[in-house]
Nanobody, 113 residues
């Protein structure tokens, strides 16, 4: 059974930074593309960043240049380093294994102005 556990969310002022972590179990982590999504109240869930098994990355335009996704295969963990945070980044952030349709429980990020 695939399990994803996110951590690292919290409250921060605009311009600040946070690092999210997602620990995976039940899969051969290194073989899978991993992704971070977010969902703000009243809005649809949206892709934030994705990292392929080989390490290539892509980002939504709204976070490009501010966020960095990375992975540590021996630790079966994917990270999202978020910088220059804005109030519009406020959302619940979810880790996902897109190919498996698996989601974590989410971690809340709140950015105040």
């Amino acid at each position: 059974q695939v399990r994803l556990v996110e951590s690292g969310g919290g409250s921060v002022q605009a311009g600040g930074s946070l690092r999210l972590s997602c620990a995976a179990s039940g899969i051969t982590f290194s073989s899978y593309t991993m992704a971070w999504y977010r969902q703000a109240p009243g809005k649809q869930r949206e892709l934030v960043a994705r990292i392929a098994s080989g390490g290539s990355t892509n980002y939504s335009d709204s976070v490009k240049g501010r966020f960095t996704i990375s992975r540590d295969n021996p630790k079966s963990t994917v990270y999202l380093q978020m910088g220059s945070l804005k109030p519009e980044d406020t959302a619940a952030y979810f880790c996902s294994v897109p190919l498996r349709g698996t989601w974590g429980q989410g971690t809340q990020v709140t950015v105040s102005s």
